[in-house]
């Protein structure tokens, strides 16, 4: 009871901010591509790099892979709501099960740290992440701590298939690929 009061006013502004951005009708469009395409161009992105190498694509299926066990499995623990069913705000995309953390947050972040040495200009994989991830807190699917916390576990996710990019490598290889 003493952590939930004080909780309080940060959830409080939580609520606010979704509030206050999921107001913006107008950019509802590209809110909904950048939060619904994320798997498409994430795979352009792997396919792409793949051409020149194709051990990169699997590595880079089998994060998207971990990264969805880990986010279900913790979605299951804090069992939070979504702002969509406890807030007074626009139902602009369909979004079910719990809220924390941010499963798109988190396979952006990290797929973006993953992929970032293997681009000359690595900042648009950023700049898509972070848009990515906020456009689901202007859907009301998220609220913005979801997308941190998810972006954060994300980068640790992305950064660990960095490290061990060469045990996975390595193994591949044993199999043929």
Not at 62 to 91: C, G, N, S
Not at 106 to 112: D, K, V, Y
Not at 149 to 155: C, F
Request: glycine residues 8%; positive net charge.
């Amino acid at each position: 009871m003493l952590v939930a009061l004080s909780l309080s006013p940060f959830l409080q502004v939580d609520d606010s901010i979704v509030m206050y951005l999921n107001s913006f009708s107008v950019l509802d469009p590209i809110m909904i591509f950048l939060s619904l395409f994320d798997l498409v161009v994430w795979g352009i992105m792997g396919l792409v790099l793949s051409r020149r190498d194709r051990k990169l694509f699997v590595i880079l299926a089998l994060l998207v892979i971990t990264v969805f066990i880990l986010e279900t499995a913790l979605k299951q623990v804090f069992q939070r709501p979504r702002p969509l069913d406890v807030l007074a705000v626009r139902d602009v995309l369909f979004a079910g099960g719990y809220s924390l953390p941010s499963g798109h947050a988190m396979r952006n972040f990290a797929c973006a740290r993953f992929l970032s040495g293997k681009f000359s200009r690595p900042v648009v994989l950023w700049v898509y992440a972070g848009l990515g991830a906020v456009s689901r807190v202007f859907l009301a699917a998220h609220y913005l701590t979801d997308v941190i916390i998810g972006a954060a576990l994300g980068y640790g996710m992305g950064s660990l298939w960095v490290k061990y990019e060469p045990f996975f490598r390595e193994h591949l290889k044993r199999v043929g690929l």
